[in-house]
């Protein structure tokens, strides 16, 4: 049986305080299919310059992974040098032609790929209609199936006690990595967020509770953690309930 599901929306305000000029990239790793409207074999955004300590603090990944990035159009880069910058959530590319960054323009991007030795990891863009602030955001995708499971990262403010950082500031806050897990319909473009609870999963059908709470206990899903929440959705998937 299909629930009733109501729309939540969270307050997602972001600054985007970096500088740069627009320009078009020399990125030539394969010629763009004819509908495109560019330059052949270029993608277009921001010059960047990562400013000091945001190498370690604003970025998700360490160092630059190989991926792949899938353009509205339907042109698709593979093989470049990319980060998530999770504090202005923005796609951050290594131009190797020009040895330099930019912040590839979002209104052109679908999604991007992130190639692991252990995996990957896609980042859809998707309209967030939000009470303020809205707009377009990425979206780390987890599970895609009647409903989307999805994490939104961005960094978090914690404050502290007086201490001095590397180059002998005083400070009194660190910027940490957080993430907020949302259910999505993709038919009819709503979100929700997901509580990270046994009992939220339960409470989305409360004509099937027993059942629900069966299936999970028969595939021994207790503690709700990534991994379980993205089974639990594969399990509710199966067994018809987002239908």
Do not use: C
């Not at 970096?18 to 763009?32: C, E, H, R, V």
């Not at 994490?151 to 201490?163: L, N, P, R, W």
């Amino acid at each position: 049986m299909r629930p009733e599901i109501k729309i939540l929306m969270v307050v997602l305000s972001f600054a985007l305080p970096f500088t740069g000029k627009a320009q078009n990239s020399t990125l030539d790793w394969k010629a763009l299919g004819e509908n495109s409207n560019r330059m052949e074999g270029k993608l277009t955004g921001l010059s960047y310059r990562i400013p000091p300590l945001a190498n370690s603090t604003h970025f998700m990944q360490d160092k630059w992974v190989e991926g792949s990035i899938l353009l509205e159009d339907g042109d698709l880069f593979e093989k470049v040098r990319i980060r998530y910058l999770t504090f202005h959530d923005e796609l951050v590319v290594y131009n190797p032609n020009l040895k330099q960054l930019f912040i590839v323009d979002k209104e052109k991007v679908n999604s991007f790929t992130f190639n692991y030795t252990h995996g990957q990891q896609t980042f859809v863009k998707l309209y967030f209609d939000a009470f303020v602030d809205a707009g377009y955001r990425y979206f780390d995708l987890k599970y895609k199936g009647n409903r989307w499971m999805m994490a939104f990262h961005y960094i978090y403010e914690e404050k502290t006690s007086v201490y001095r950082d590397q180059h002998g500031k005083l400070k009194d806050t660190q910027l940490k990595p957080k993430k907020t897990y949302f259910m999505y319909n993709p038919q009819e473009e709503q979100f929700r967020r997901i509580q990270t609870k046994r009992r939220w999963f339960v409470r989305l059908f409360p004509e099937n509770k027993r059942e629900v709470r069966r299936m999970f206990r028969r595939n021994n899903l207790r503690r709700f953690d990534e991994p379980q929440m993205v089974r639990a959705f594969e399990l509710l998937d199966e067994a018809g309930f987002f239908n």
